[in-house]
Structure formats: C-alpha cells, structure tokens
C-alpha cells in the first residue's frame, strides 16, 4: 500500500532563507505524489503534483519539489520564504481509491 | 464557480446526538470523499464513494454513515457511536479515473462535542 512520511513537524525559517520541507514515499508502483497547503480553519489546496512527465515539478506561489526515485523523496522547497508561506503544508500520495496523507508540517516563518 | 461547498462551517453537538454535515459539488465529479483532520494526525479518510447509490469505508468508518443519492452530494452523518467526534472535516472530489487524481477540497467544517 502507498504510504507518505513528512519529516519534521514544525519547520521554522526566516523571511528570505530558503524553505525545505521533506517527504519520503513508499510505493509498490510509480507513484503520483502531491504537496498540498492548509491555511487555518481552510480547506486544502493544491501546490503542485508530480505524475511521472518531469523529475523536478513547479508549483504555485514560487514552490517546486523534485521526484528522486533512488531516495523515494519528494522534497518541496522555495528558495525565499515570504511571510504569507505560513501555513501547513501536506504531502501526499494517490492510492487505488483514495489519496493517503502525511502527517503535515507546519511552516513558520520569522520576519 | 465551480467547487465543493461544505456547510455548516462550525456545529456544536451535545454528546448523544446524531449530526449531519453537507458536502455539495458542481464540478461534475464521480468521486467524493469524506477526510477527518486532528491535529498532527494528517487527513484519515472516513468514507469514499466512485459512483453514486455506491460507497466504501475508509480507515475509520466506524461510527460514522453516508450516502449517494446524487452525484452531486455526499452528505456525512456523525452518529452517537463516534467516541470522539470533535474533529475538523474535510470533503473532497476527483474526476473517476484520471491519470493526474488530485482531490480538490471543500473549505471544512468544524465539529465540537460539547
């Protein structure tokens, strides 16, 4: 069964530094991984989706994440963080039926 | 605009009641589903269901009901057997058999048990 793990629950970053955010996935078939963002009492929106056309994967508001296969990650990352990336953010991976998520983690960040 | 709507968007329960939340979308999707979100727990998938008059339980139907009646709604009912219904709940739909399957979400509604 597909399975994602977010590393880290709470990543703090300063206004400006770079923004990493890891996942690490568990497939028995090519998977389709997803980043999602949740904004306080909000619903879940879609950052971007890696669905095997490209490794390195661009998103909204400036996110990308790269699918590496040797290392089952998908990692999402932004090279300057912005006050408004406070949030949190999903990883997540499309099963048989349904979508299977990690734990989250949330973003701070310091101005 | 198309979308998912969720309503209400908070509901205080007094424990031993039964109370339903509302999940309506027009995006023409055949796929709806019912997530439920604690905190530091991720989404767990409640019910799903592909088709309408048809659904499946996820990791944690227990306590809860559902039906498909019209492909546009996919009503949740928290029943007074869920031990611990406060929870922030999220409906979700996908286009059936897309090779990209992202779920698109509805804005939530929050339950607490008082």
């Known amino acids: 069964a597909q399975s994602v793990t977010q590393l880290g629950s709470h990543v703090s970053v300063s206004e400006g530094a770079l923004v990493l955010l890891r996942c690490n996935y568990s497939s028995s078939v090519p998977p389709y991984l997803f980043w999602y963002v949740q904004y306080p009492n909000q619903g879940l929106q879609l950052l971007l989706k890696y669905t095997s056309a490209a490794t390195l994967v661009k998103g909204i508001n400036g996110f990308e994440a790269e699918f590496k296969k040797s290392e089952t990650s998908f990692h999402l990352t932004k090279p300057s963080a912005h006050m408004s990336d406070a949030a949190e953010y999903f990883c997540a991976v499309r099963g048989n039926n349904d979508m299977r998520f990690g734990a989250g983690t949330r973003l701070t960040v310091k101005p | 605009d198309g979308g998912i709507t969720q309503s209400p968007k908070y509901l205080f329960r007094k424990e031993g009641q039964n109370v339903t939340l509302s999940c309506e979308q027009n995006?023409?999707?055949?796929?709806m589903y019912w997530y439920r979100q604690d905190p530091g727990q991720g989404l767990r998938l409640i019910y799903y269901?592909?088709?309408?008059?048809?659904?499946q339980k996820g990791d944690i139907a227990e306590g809860y009901s559902v039906s498909r009646e019209k492909k546009e709604s996919f009503p949740l009912t928290v029943t007074s057997a869920q031990k611990n219904p406060t929870a922030f709940y999220l409906c979700?739909?996908?286009?059936?058999?897309?090779?990209?399957?992202?779920?698109?979400f509805g804005e939530g509604s929050r339950l607490t048990v008082l």
């Open positions: 979700a739909s996908s286009i059936q058999g897309a090779d990209t399957g992202e779920l698109f």
């Open positions: 995006l023409n999707h055949d796929a």
């Open positions: 269901s592909q088709i309408v008059n048809d659904f």
